[in-house]
């Protein structure tokens, strides 16, 4: 097999530094473990656009295709408020997405259990929470035409598209069914059937799925409105195994079930297309996170879900299971000694900066 290549993408805000961490990793992992890659180094968002003037380039998206697997930091950040939105930093990271394919959107929301004072939940109600939420990513309002102003009855107005095919919905839920044979055997698949046409033919699509295949016959399988979810993560996280639902509500109720396991610098996240029939596909890996401008340049981001996020990739991508199993020991532990960045800081914790936090992951693994 050739050696894997990587895109580094490492985009705006707090995009770059938390991107240094993953970068001293990547670095540590091929001298300690024989991690052999071959990365290239790009632009996205508002990195780009002040470079040429648009949020990817088309050599950029090209070389993305062409990658084993795409790591991304983070796009955004107010200077770019009154860019066009064609041209805008999100502009680039949807094109991505769009363009190759990445339809289903993993984010994994599980609880150290040393994080356990970092929520505003109690221990009792999160301790051992491992959601996974499929977030459909290519589709719905996100893409939906027709888009933008037009001039209704005489008046102007501003319309957004949701819009879903059969085809999408299914593939969408047919890996949060693979997913769920393989965890809890139970799905929540969420939208809102009793005000959204689009949400009662979600719901009329993935049961039709449920019922066709056998092999989804051990899942069970429940229908949630999306208000209610969101209650229902707070309320009580610990009876969601998967969901799966839309672009747009999986925005949503990411950032919330984000907040379960202490800070939205936690949450990881790995966008996959349709395997070929070589079993290759497409994938990018990044943050849940944004760009986080507020705290940029400081030092005080969290680089735990990019970290963990390239861990998704050695998992998904670089078949490099074991490697990822050690990362994740490695930041169990860290998270363990009491080492926290400011957004998980709880009593008693030292605190250490973005690259402090890279720094005690890579001691951890060394050990
Ligand atoms: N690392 C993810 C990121 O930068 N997100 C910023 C963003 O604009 N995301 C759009 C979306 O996922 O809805």
């Given at each position: 097999m050739s050696t894997p290549t990587l895109l580094l993408l490492p985009g705006d805000g707090i995009g770059p530094e938390v991107f240094a961490e993953v970068l001293k990793l990547i670095d540590w992992l091929a001298r300690h473990r024989g991690l052999d890659v071959t990365t290239r180094d790009g632009l996205v968002g508002g990195a780009c656009y002040d470079r040429h003037g648009v949020a990817l380039t088309d050599e950029t998206l090209a070389e993305a295709m062409e990658a084993d697997a795409v790591l991304l930091g983070a796009v955004g950040g107010p200077k770019y408020d009154n860019v066009p939105r064609e041209v805008r930093p999100e502009a680039g990271l949807l094109r991505l997405r769009k363009e190759m394919d990445l339809f289903a959107n993993l984010r994994p929301a599980l609880t150290f259990k040393a994080l356990l004072d970092a929520s505003t939940l109690k221990p009792e109600v999160i301790e051992g929470l491992d959601i996974l939420i499929v977030r459909e990513l290519t589709g719905g309002v996100y893409f939906g035409r027709p888009r933008g102003m037009q001039t209704f009855e005489g008046e102007e107005r501003c319309v957004d598209t949701q819009a879903y095919s059969q085809a999408e919905v299914e593939r969408v839920a047919r890996v949060a069914f693979d997913l769920a044979a393989k965890r809890g055997h139970k799905v929540h698949s969420v939208e809102k059937a009793n005000v959204m046409e689009t949400g009662a033919f979600w719901r009329r699509v993935v049961s039709g799925l449920h019922a066709a295949n056998p092999e989804f016959s051990a899942i069970e399988l429940q229908h949630m409105y999306a208000d209610n979810c969101a209650m229902q993560l707070v309320r009580n996280p610990k009876q969601f195994d998967v969901i799966v639902t839309d672009n747009l509500f999986g925005d949503l109720l990411s950032d919330c079930a984000a907040m379960l396991t202490g800070s939205l610098g936690m949450l990881p996240s790995a966008s996959l297309g349709a395997p070929d029939a070589s079993g290759r596909r497409r994938a990018m890996y990044e943050p849940v996170?944004?760009?986080?401008?507020?705290?940029?340049?400081?030092?005080?981001?969290?680089?735990l879900a990019m970290l963990l996020s390239f861990g998704m990739a050695l998992r998904y991508s670089l078949d490099r299971g074991a490697d990822a199993d050690l990362l994740d020991k490695a930041v169990e532990n860290v998270l363990a000694a009491g080492i926290r960045t400011g957004d998980i800081a709880g009593p008693g914790a030292t605190v250490v900066s973005t690259s402090g936090m890279g720094d005690a992951v890579l001691a951890e693994l060394d050990r």
């Amino acid at each position: 097999m050739s050696t894997p290549t990587l895109l580094l993408l490492p985009g705006d805000g707090i995009g770059p530094e938390v991107f240094a961490e993953v970068l001293k990793l990547i670095d540590w992992l091929a001298r300690h473990r024989g991690l052999d890659v071959t990365t290239r180094d790009g632009l996205v968002g508002g990195a780009c656009y002040d470079r040429h003037g648009v949020a990817l380039t088309d050599e950029t998206l090209a070389e993305a295709m062409e990658a084993d697997a795409v790591l991304l930091g983070a796009v955004g950040g107010p200077k770019y408020d009154n860019v066009p939105r064609e041209v805008r930093p999100e502009a680039g990271l949807l094109r991505l997405r769009k363009e190759m394919d990445l339809f289903a959107n993993l984010r994994p929301a599980l609880t150290f259990k040393a994080l356990l004072d970092a929520s505003t939940l109690k221990p009792e109600v999160i301790e051992g929470l491992d959601i996974l939420i499929v977030r459909e990513l290519t589709g719905g309002v996100y893409f939906g035409r027709p888009r933008g102003m037009q001039t209704f009855e005489g008046e102007e107005r501003c319309v957004d598209t949701q819009a879903y095919s059969q085809a999408e919905v299914e593939r969408v839920a047919r890996v949060a069914f693979d997913l769920a044979a393989k965890r809890g055997h139970k799905v929540h698949s969420v939208e809102k059937a009793n005000v959204m046409e689009t949400g009662a033919f979600w719901r009329r699509v993935v049961s039709g799925l449920h019922a066709a295949n056998p092999e989804f016959s051990a899942i069970e399988l429940q229908h949630m409105y999306a208000d209610n979810c969101a209650m229902q993560l707070v309320r009580n996280p610990k009876q969601f195994d998967v969901i799966v639902t839309d672009n747009l509500f999986g925005d949503l109720l990411s950032d919330c079930a984000a907040m379960l396991t202490g800070s939205l610098g936690m949450l990881p996240s790995a966008s996959l297309g349709a395997p070929d029939a070589s079993g290759r596909r497409r994938a990018m890996y990044e943050p849940v996170h944004g760009s986080a401008p507020d705290i940029a340049g400081q030092g005080k981001a969290n680089p735990l879900a990019m970290l963990l996020s390239f861990g998704m990739a050695l998992r998904y991508s670089l078949d490099r299971g074991a490697d990822a199993d050690l990362l994740d020991k490695a930041v169990e532990n860290v998270l363990a000694a009491g080492i926290r960045t400011g957004d998980i800081a709880g009593p008693g914790a030292t605190v250490v900066s973005t690259s402090g936090m890279g720094d005690a992951v890579l001691a951890e693994l060394d050990r």
